[in-house]
Nanobody, 121 residues
Framework: QVHLVESGGGLVQPGGSLRLSCAAS????????MGWYRQAPGKERELVAL???????RYADSMEGRFTISIDNVNNMVYLKMNSLKPEDTAIYYC???????????????WGQGTQVTVSS
C-alpha cells in the first residue's frame, strides 16, 4: 500500500500563489504517473495536472499557463505551483499516484486525503 501526504494548502487572495507538495511512501517498484485533482463544493472531482517520471505533463485547459506540475523521482514527490489564483480555484486538492508494485508488477493507484485551497479576499 502506498501512502500520500499533501501539504501547502491554505487561504490566498485572488492573484496570489501557492505551492502544493505531495510525498509518496510505501512499496513502489516504479511510478507510472503522479498528479493532482481537485473537487469544489457541489462539483465532481476534476483533473488539474498529471506528470510522468520522464516529465511528460498534461494539464486541464483552464489551468495550463497558470499552474506548473513537477516531479522529484528520487524522493517520490510531486509539486503543484499555482499562480494567478482565482476564486473559482477554491477546492480540495487531491494528490494521486499510479505505480507498479510486487513481484508481478501489479498496477496500483492511491489518493491523498486532500488539502484545502481557498482563494478569497
Amino acid at each position: 500500500q502506498v501512502h500520500l501526504v499533501e501539504s501547502g494548502g491554505g487561504l490566498v487572495q485572488p492573484g496570489g500563489s501557492l505551492r502544493l507538495s505531495c510525498a509518496a511512501s510505501g512499496s513502489i517498484l516504479e511510478i507510472n504517473a503522479m498528479g493532482w485533482y481537485r473537487q469544489a463544493p457541489g462539483k465532481e472531482r476534476e483533473l488539474v495536472a498529471l506528470i510522468t517520471p520522464d516529465n511528460t505533463t498534461r494539464y486541464a485547459d483552464s489551468m495550463e499557463g497558470r499552474f506548473t506540475i513537477s516531479i522529484d523521482n528520487v524522493n517520490n514527490m510531486v509539486y503543484l505551483k499555482m499562480n494567478s489564483l482565482k476564486p473559482e480555484d477554491t477546492a480540495i486538492y487531491y494528490c494521486l499516484i499510479r505505480y507498479y508494485y510486487g513481484a508481478t508488477w501489479s498496477r496500483g493507484e492511491s489518493w491523498g486525503q486532500g488539502t484545502q485551497v481557498t482563494v478569497s479576499s
